[in-house]
Each structure stands twice: as structure tokens, then as C-alpha cells.
T-cell receptor
């Protein structure tokens, strides 16, 4: 059973461009979470999605950032008009619809975004 | 917002030594988790704690959920080179299947 997949692993963008980060959850998982990690810091929650629904976006910046998890296909985190401060590692985690244990968030390897 | 403080920030130890790190919170969590992150990778779950006072082991790792539900510690016994990495505590609230709040991390370096 493949783990959480994220691509690309590394992404370089110039200021003002758009960044699209993709996350394919583990097979059978219908909950996806996005976290951001700045250098030398812990992960910070951004958004929690179920299929076709945003459940909690309290950690998402109000502008330029959006997330979706369509019925078919991966979850997408989209950052418009990137700025240097968006440079970070972005991690996706997934969990099953009715977890036996509530801790079962499995993390992907992350996408390292560098904004020049 | 909720905040988890980990200490120490970094540790330099010799192979074979025991390691202890802890995590404190300004608010209560119902579940405490400990993760390890290797360079360039995502966090991997080490131990999960569900009840206040619970003591749980996973091989050379032992973790405890504080009675107040505002703290937890992680011990690693007889450290080996592959223990190198960053250790994060994380708290989960009451409802389950929701966002994790991560600590600031403890970077472990082992001196041969």
C-alpha cells in the first residue's frame, strides 16, 4: 500500500508566479491535511479537507492561498503570486474516514518551495 | 492560539547515552503524539498517548502523557546513530480527525 504521495518534491518559482502542490492520500483515505514548515520550526496547520469539502481552513492565509480535494484526483494546494515569504516545506497528511485511532494522520515527504 | 514548547531545542550526546525531552502546553490536549523527522522527509509517528498519566513504550522509546494533560515527555534509551533527527511533539484536540498542533522540535545529534 503506497504511502502519501506529494509532488513535486522541489519547486522553484519566481516572485509573482503561481505554485501548485499536489497530494495523493493513502488508498482509502478521504481526509487530507496541509501543513507548512518554515526552516528550524515545527509544522503549522493550514487546512483540513474531506472529499469536495473544506472542513477547517483556519490556518490558511486569507489571500493568495487556496486548497481543494476533488472527488477524483489529488488534493491541490495553490499559491498565487508567490512571495519570498512563501518559501517553506509544505506537508500533506491523510487519514481514513473512520479511524480506529484518532491519531492516524500519515505524512507525505513534503514539497520544498523556493521563491526567488 | 495553542502553543507547544519543547525542550531542549537541541541535544548533543554520545552513542549509547539515554535521551530525555519534554513538551509543555498552555492548554489541554486529549491526545499527545511524538514524531521523528529526518532531513528532507515528512514526520513519522513514533508513539501516541491517549490518557492522562499513560506511559507507553515502543522499543527503546518511552513516552508519558502528563496528568494535567498539558505536558508529555519522550525518553530514548541507549541511543544509536539512526536516532539522529528532529523530534516533535504534537497535540490533538477533543473531536479527533482534526488539526495537529506541533511543538518547536528537539534536534538530536549523536557524537560517535
Amino acid at each position: 500500500n503506497a504511502g502519501v504521495m506529494q509532488n513535486p518534491r522541489h519547486l522553484v518559482r519566481r516572485r509573482g508566479q503561481e505554485a501548485r502542490l499536489r497530494c495523493s492520500p493513502m488508498k482509502g483515505h478521504s481526509h487530507v491535511y496541509w501543513y507548512r514548515q518554515l526552516p528550524e520550526e515545527g509544522l503549522k496547520f493550514m487546512v483540513y479537507l474531506q472529499k469536495e469539502n473544506i472542513i477547517d481552513e483556519s490556518g490558511m492565509p486569507k489571500e493568495r492561498f487556496s486548497a481543494e480535494f476533488p472527488k477524483e484526483g489529488p488534493s491541490i494546494l495553490r499559491i498565487q503570486q508567490v512571495v519570498r515569504g512563501d518559501s517553506a516545506a509544505y506537508f500533506c497528511a491523510s487519514s481514513p474516514p473512520r479511524p480506529a485511532q484518532i491519531e492516524t494522520q500519515y505524512f507525505g515527504p513534503g514539497t520544498r518551495l523556493l521563491v526567488l | 492560539g495553542q502553543q507547544l514548547n519543547q525542550s531542549p531545542q537541541s541535544m548533543f550526546i554520545q552513542e549509547g547515552e539515554d535521551v530525555s525531552m519534554n513538551c509543555t502546553s498552555s492548554s489541554i490536549f486529549n491526545t499527545w503524539l511524538w514524531y521523528k523527522q529526518d532531513p528532507g522527509e515528512g514526520p513519522v509517528l513514533l508513539i501516541a498517548l491517549y490518557k492522562a498519566g499513560e506511559l507507553t513504550s515502543n522499543g527503546r522509546l518511552t513516552a508519558q502523557f502528563g496528568i494535567t494533560r498539558k505536558d508529555s515527555f519522550l525518553n530514548i534509551s541507549a541511543s544509536i546513530p539512526s536516532d539522529v533527527g528532529i523530534y516533535f511533539c504534537a497535540g490533538l484536540g477533543a473531536r479527533g480527525n482534526e488539526k495537529l498542533t506541533f511543538g518547536t522540535g528537539t534536534r538530536l545529534t549523536i557524537i560517535p
